[in-house]
């Protein structure tokens, strides 16, 4: 069975970097694209951007342009989000989703900026 | 401010039929699929519809989607308990090249 399995919660201070990652199974992984959605705390889901499964071809949304890069590794299945420059707004819940309609999703990695 | 309009809250009793909606343009709804997750606190999104009317295996035939112009809508035939949860809409906007979400609507069962 498909599963996206992110990494753990993490505490960082304001202007630091986080990196997350997301390890695919259950399917090939260069087959589908990834894509990184977060949620802060009681708000809605906001997309940052996606990647491709085979490539280094990633999209970002206008808001993380130049603050998120979002990279690939099609040898261990794994997608990796870096999101640069944290601020406290940045404190959410990040996850990852299989690309066309987001039919499976990592269990999300809460990020906490202090 | 999400590109999709969701009403922020909804509510029926036990047994209704309910209705949720997503409003958007023509950038968006009005050339894309729409798809839609349900949400319950503390948990991943899960996909409930995806390609504005299909349903993934084990998602009961209770809830059906509609997209017509630049709008879609989520019922809810024969409502329960356990569908209290958050519901999201998404599309693709060809205007920004990327996805966008609407921004969720509470679903109460009183």
């Known amino acids: 069975q498909v599963q996206l399995v992110q990494s753990a919660a993490e505490v960082k201070k304001s202007g630091a970097s986080v990196k997350v990652s997301c390890k695919a199974s259950g399917y090939t992984f260069t087959d589908y694209g990834l894509s990184w959605v977060r949620q802060a705390p009681g708000q809605g889901l906001e997309w940052m951007g996606n990647?491709?499964?085979?490539?280094?071809?990633?999209k970002y949304a206008q808001k993380f342009e130049g603050r998120v890069i979002l990279t690939a590794d099609p040898l261990t299945s794994t997608g990796f989000m870096e999101l640069r420059s944290l601020r406290a707004d940045d404190s959410a819940v990040y996850y990852c989703a299989r690309d066309l309609s987001f039919e499976f999703w990592g269990q999300g990695t809460l990020i906490t900026v202090s | 401010q999400s590109l999709l309009t969701q009403a922020p809250s909804a509510s029926g009793t036990p047994g209704q039929t309910v209705t949720i909606s997503c409003s958007g343009n023509?950038?968006?709804?009005?050339?894309?699929?729409v798809h839609w997750y349900q949400q319950f606190p503390g948990t991943a999104p899960k996909l409930l519809i995806y390609?504005?009317?299909r349903r993934p295996s084990g998602v009961p035939d209770r809830f059906s989607a509609s997209k017509s112009d630049t709008s879609a809508s989520l019922a809810f035939s024969g409502l329960r308990s356990e569908d209290e949860a958050d519901y999201y809409c998404?599309?693709?906007?060809?205007?920004?090249?990327?996805?966008?979400f609407g921004g969720g609507t509470k679903l109460t069962v009183l």
């Open positions: 390609r504005n009317d």
């Open positions: 023509i950038s968006n709804i009005g050339k894309n699929f």
């Open positions: 998404a599309s693709w906007d060809d205007g920004l090249s990327g996805w966008v």
């Open positions: 990647i491709s499964g085979y490539n280094d071809n990633a």
